[in-house]
């Protein structure tokens, strides 16, 4: 019972380095998302992709970069880590882009950049 | 735009006390709430939800009522245990599922 899996777990990067975040989902879910945790301030999201084919910019997207792969996988890329990306981003999937519908999160991943 | 208030924490509270995170919110149309919880190490997970006004959501022991004359969705426990110690968060939903996070809320209970 996976739910939603997110890759790697941690990672450290210097400033510069380039980097992608992967995520899956066994749910068959149609919509997924990035969100990325900052002490003081919850969750914002990155990027979004209501359903197979299609991406788009949320809130904070500067800096990023997704690929909807397939049903199953969206990653995230980081081109060029800066220190303000140090973070703990976290993917989420819905069965479908409403509002009245549960989200299911991955476990994270805990980024630093140095 | 559309944002979600919560209350600071941490909230430290004894075991079997009485728990109440305030959450307001400011939008356009009528969104869905949330209260998702995030136990330390772990993802966010759904706690409760409501989808229109003066709808209650339940779960655990916890309770949260959608007030729209006051755009609020206070969440309350009764009596915590110390299994409940974790961060709280009220989120609004938006198109295309995408949610909107206030701040989250420590809530630490000693036995």
């Known amino acids: 019972n996976a739910g939603v899996t997110q890759t790697p777990k941690f990672q450290v990067l210097k400033t510069g380095q380039s980097m992608t975040l992967q995520c899956a989902q066994d749910m068959n879910h149609n919509s997924m998302y990035w969100y990325r945790q900052d002490p003081g301030m919850g969750l914002r999201l990155i990027y979004y992709s209501a359903s197979e084919g299609t991406t788009d910019k949320g809130e904070v997207p500067n800096g990023y970069n997704v690929s909807r792969l397939n049903k199953r996988e969206f990653s995230l890329r980081l081109e060029s880590a800066a220190p303000s990306q140090t973070s703990v981003y976290f993917c989420?999937?819905?069965?479908?882009?409403?509002?009245?519908?549960?989200?299911?999160f991955g476990q994270g991943t805990r980024l630093t950049v140095v | 735009g559309d944002s979600v208030t919560q209350m600071e924490g941490p909230v430290t509270l004894s075991e079997e006390a009485f728990l109440t995170i305030n959450c307001t919110y400011t939008?356009?149309?009528?969104?869905?709430l949330f209260w998702y919880v995030q136990y330390p190490g772990e993802g966010l997970q759904l706690l409760l939800k409501?989808?229109?006004?003066?709808d209650k959501g339940s779960n655990k022991g916890f309770e949260a009522t959608y007030r729209k004359e006051t755009t609020s969705f206070h969440l309350e426990k009764g009596s915590v245990q110390v299994s409940d110690s974790a961060v709280y968060f009220c989120?609004?939903?938006?198109?295309?599922?995408?949610?909107?996070f206030g701040a989250g809320t420590q809530v630490v209970v000693t036995p």
């Open positions: 409501a989808t229109k006004a003066d």
């Open positions: 989420a999937s819905s069965p479908e882009g409403r509002m009245n519908t549960e989200a299911f």
């Open positions: 989120a609004l939903g938006n198109s295309w599922g995408k949610l909107q």
């Open positions: 939008a356009t149309g009528y969104p869905s």
